[in-house]
T-cell receptor, first 115, second 117 residues
């Protein structure tokens, strides 16, 4: 069964600190992995997308890693800001034949950055 | 980046009425549009996939007569919740994909909060 699990469920950190969010998946056949940021009451916004051959990808203070062998990914946030408070969702794309893949969503990690 | 706009952002309606939600890709032509539903503190759940000019493909358990999807053009898809009931209250999100291929980016709308009273 295709699943995406994220940990921790929620996290509270102080402004300026770093944090790492985890994503484990059992999705096959694997196409790509994406990290999204979703503010409360808003749609998800893409942070990174990685294919099988990519190990790391950065987007400003966000750095995502992918280990396709162990089927794990992490999202590292550096020098956190209050605006980083949001839900971070790991989404794995499964090849489904044709042009339309199936996106498997994790339940997200709710991050709260406190001053 | 590509912009996907949903309208309205929130809506309150009476039980038994129908509500239409629009999803527009503002600066690109969307080959495929997706409709999701999200419950509080839960993950997005895919409801249906639609391609312009063809019937939507609904996920298992989603009533096609309840959630009508029309994809009239490459920039507009609509979701109509028919005969809405309180249990239909939820956060509905659309996404639009630009181009083809398995690694093509999908951009999300800002979501629509539906409350049925």
């Amino acid at each position: 069964k295709n699943q995406v699990e994220q940990s921790p469920q929620s996290l509270i950190i102080l402004e300026g600190k770093n944090c790492t969010l985890q994503c484990n998946y059992t999705v096959s056949p694997f196409s790509n992995l994406r990290w999204y940021k979703q503010d409360t009451g808003r749609g998800p916004v893409s942070l990174t997308i990685m294919t099988f051959s990519e190990n790391t990808k950065s987007n400003g203070r966000y750095t995502a890693t992918l280990d396709a062998d162990t089927k794990q990914s992490s999202l590292h946030i550096t020098a956190s800001q209050l605006s980083d408070s949001a839900s971070y969702i790991c989404v794995v794309s499964a090849l489904r034949g044709g042009a339309t893949n199936k996106l498997i969503f994790g339940t997200g990690t709710l991050l709260a950055v406190q001053p | 980046g590509a912009v996907v706009s949903q309208h309205p952002s929130w809506v309150i309606c009476k039980s038994g009425t129908s509500v239409k939600i629009e999803c527009r890709s503002l600066d690109f032509q969307a080959t495929t549009m997706f409709w999701y539903r999200q419950f509080p503190k839960k993950s997005l759940m895919l409801m249906a996939t639609s391609n312009e000019g063809s019937k939507a493909t609904y996920e298992q358990g989603v009533e096609k007569d309840k959630f009508l999807i029309n994809h009239a053009s490459l920039t507009l898809s609509t979701l109509t919740v028919t005969s809405a009931h309180p249990e239909d209250s939820s956060f509905y999100i659309c996404s639009a994909r630009r181009g083809w291929g398995p690694n093509t980016e999908a951009f999300f709308g800002q979501g629509t909060r539906l409350t049925v009273v």
